[in-house]
């Protein structure tokens, strides 16, 4: 059915990092969004009012908010596929995450809102009728918000969409929610106690926890996450292909938005490398990641001696001393500069976020392993960050 909807309504499908076809993507879930949980919303309600349940009501209004966020979604990918104009010069990608931000707020309006309700019925507890048409248009429910969440997360995953996989992450909630709601419609056959009020604030507290979840998501997406594993990856992997390319560091990506990703990077090359070649190698590199990944990368060379003995072994020094610290400290962009009393050995290291170690501590522990050189050195040291 998916395939289907997706082959019939998403034109050039296949072409998943075009703004054009993100937003067919996107009208295509929306609209399939709003067709159902309106659906489910009218025969919730009908439902829950004829048996006489806050529960199933709750569940009702929980569909109707749904449909509300399908609304904001759709709004959303309008504006985040317009071009880039002078006042948004990366374009409006990250409106998707703003969307998101709308979705999750109107989820825990809607939870409070339940909430409240179902602890006013645990006070006044009203008598819930039991009724097959209403436990079958339960699970009737259940088997579409299913489809939804699997039909939210193949979309999702295809265009790497945050507000997609947070839809299906909230069509899953949804099915618990109206499978604890029909748990609360066959106990009132057997018991008077306020089960269904119970159940109300049950299903309100799992709404809430869906909007948590997606606020907390979006906001990292935001803030700035590090960069994909597998996107680290592969820009590795097509930097360091060519020989001449010694080694790669201070890679950062900026995340625009799904689809509109900027990048940059340091590669080593050899300081005796003819530079026009090195730069054509550069330019040629900067256009394969922008093929193949949709990265706009921009890459600074680094000159590396090779062949000097004395910074080679300053180097393996260093190397050796940073280890036995710790094996996750890493360093770059090393050079000597050699005086008549003393050899400044200059090059940056690359401190875990996570590391105990201050980088005074640090570096006070090099100093103090240096010493014990025959050569008199001292260090200048910058301390970097890793953004991958």
Known sequence: MTQLLVKHFVKDSENTTDIQVRERYGTLSSIVGIFCNILLFLLKYIMGTLSNSIAIVSDAFNNLSDSASCIVTLMGYKISAKPADKDHPFGHGRMEYLTSLIIATVIIVMGVELMKSSVSKIISPEEVEFRAVVLISLILSVA??????????VLGKKINSTVMLATAKDSKNDVVATAITIVSLICSLFTDLPVDGVIGIIVSLFVLKAGIEIIRDTVDELLGKPADAEITRQICNIVCRDSRIIGIHDLIIHNYGPGNMFGSCHAEIRSDEDFISAHDLIDRIEHEIHNKLKISMSIHMDPIETDNAQINHCKTVVSGILRKISPRLSFHDFRAVTGDTHTNLIFDVVI????????????????NALADEPVKYYTVITFDREYT
């Not at 579409?144 to 699997?150: A, D, E, G, M, T």
């Not at 875990?352 to 100093?367: A, C, G, H, R, V």
């Open 144 to 153: 579409v918000k299913l489809w939804l969440s699997r039909f939210n997360t």
């Open 352 to 367: 875990p976020f996570d590391m105990e170690l201050s980088n005074s501590e640090i570096k006070n522990q090099i100093d």
